[in-house]
Nanobody
Framework: QLQLVESGGGLVQPGGSLRLSCDVF????????IGWFRQAPGKEREGVSC????????NYADSAKGRFTIFRDNAAKTVALQMNSLKPEDTAVYYC?????????????????????WGQGTQVTVSS
């Protein structure tokens, strides 16, 4: 059974860094797009970043550009999100998700409805 497990969340001061990881279990293929999303209390889930199946193409929300970096290791079936210069508005539950259905996987989009498997989420809190 396909399962995504996030880790790496926690409490960090503004300006600090965190590295989130997402491990993929139960899926032998590397043909999937993987993305990070977040949801703050009272807000809709929003895309943060995604990466193509080969890792050659990435996409970032404007809020993440220049601060976050996504990368994947297909051999280890894991994807990481390095988050630097964190701000209080980055506080949210962060979810990883994979899109196994899109035929063209050399690019990715940050629309939650395109992703068919989701992890349980990890809390990120940015506060002094």
């Amino acid at each position: 059974q396909l399962q995504l497990v996030e880790s790496g969340g926690g409490l960090v001061q503004p300006g600090g860094s965190l590295r989130l990881s997402c491990d993929v279990f139960g899926y032998t293929s590397d043909s999937y797009i993987i993305g990070w999303f977040r949801q703050a209390p009272g807000k809709e889930r929003e895309g943060v970043s995604c990466i193509s199946s080969s890792g050659g193409s990435t996409n970032y929300a404007d809020s993440a550009k220049g601060r976050f970096t996504i990368f994947r290791d297909n051999a280890a079936k894991t994807v990481a999100l390095q988050m630097n210069s964190l701000k209080p508005e980055d506080t949210a539950v962060y979810y990883c998700a994979i899109d196994t259905m899109t035929t063209f996987q050399d690019m990715c989009l940050l629309y939650p409805l395109m992703y068919d498997y989701w992890g349980q989420g990890t809390q990120v809190t940015v506060s002094s």
